[in-house]
């Protein structure tokens, strides 16, 4: 019932930045904790931020001071804001909510299609 519609990615170089959108639509009754994950060939999917409903951001070392997670909660949107991106960052980026579909739903986890990111010159 819930989906997950990302996008924002594409190819930066070095440096340069992007943001990273996740919509949720569906049936929704009211998203929790939302999150960033990032996969890079050859290696474990890995937790690069996440927010609570309270608004609370946590990040990953890697990206601490770079990397901003904010949510929209009237249009249950997620934001992913990478600025001065490295080549390290090129990865599939993917977002990943606790949602409730409905007030008598148990709430669940979703996952986005993920979108690339590459950082390159």
């Known amino acids: 019932q819930v989906q997950l519609e990302e996008s924002g990615g594409g190819l930066v170089q070095p440096g340069g930045s992007l943001r990273l959108s996740c919509a949720a639509s569906?049936?929704?009754?009211?998203?929790?904790?939302m999150r960033w994950y990032r996969q890079a060939p050859g290696k474990q999917r890995e937790l690069v931020a996440a927010m609570t409903s309270g608004g609370t951001p946590n990040y990953a070392d890697s990206v601490k001071g770079r990397f901003t997670i904010s949510r929209d909660n009237a249009k249950n949107t997620v934001y992913l804001q990478m600025n001065s991106l490295k080549p390290e960052d090129t990865a599939v980026y993917y977002c990943?909510?606790?949602?409730?579909?409905?007030?008598?739903?148990?709430?669940?986890?979703?996952w986005g299609q993920g979108t690339q990111v590459t950082v390159s010159s």
């Open positions: 990943n909510v606790d949602a409730q579909p409905t007030r008598w739903a148990f709430t669940r986890n979703y």
């Open positions: 569906g049936s929704i009754f009211s998203i929790t904790n």
